[in-house]
């Protein structure tokens, strides 16, 4: 694997041909890097973001224009006045959503790959394939 007597990693020397380290102890791992974590819950956040998008969607598609005249329990009850009195706008739930969901998951893969980089040094160095 090591061709150079110069060492880039604790314990080169001692790896035999063929042999991959465990992730979680070398020294190259992304699993000890804060960015890596970081990207993974953004984009698992993320999916928050598409539900806000998906029920914005779902509310544009329907006849009615408020969704709060739509739910059962206040449909058809006498003296029903819709909270704040405007009309419920459906779109700002799924732009907003959209706008974020895209920004989250883009900045989370960045925040993975960055975290990710000693490892495909690594990689690209010994040419380790998993």
Not at 26 to 54: D, N, P, Q
Request: proline share 3%; hydrophobic share 45%.
């Amino acid at each position: 694997m090591a061709t150079s007597t110069d060492k880039r990693y604790r314990g080169e020397e001692h790896f035999i041909d063929g042999y991959v380290p465990q992730s979680l102890n070398a020294e190259y791992s992304s699993l000890h890097r804060s960015v890596t974590w970081i990207g993974a819950g953004m984009w698992l956040a993320s999916l928050a973001a598409w539900g806000c998008f998906i029920f914005g969607l779902a509310v544009m598609m329907m006849d009615s224009t408020t969704a709060h005249e739509v739910g059962s329990v206040a449909f058809g009850d006498p003296g029903y006045v819709p909270s704040g009195g405007d009309a419920f706008n459906p779109s700002l739930f799924m732009w907003g959503g959209l706008i974020t969901a895209i920004v989250m998951d883009v900045v989370g893969f960045l925040l993975i790959v960055a975290g990710r980089k000693q490892f495909l040094a690594y990689r690209r160095e010994f040419g380790v394939r998993h």
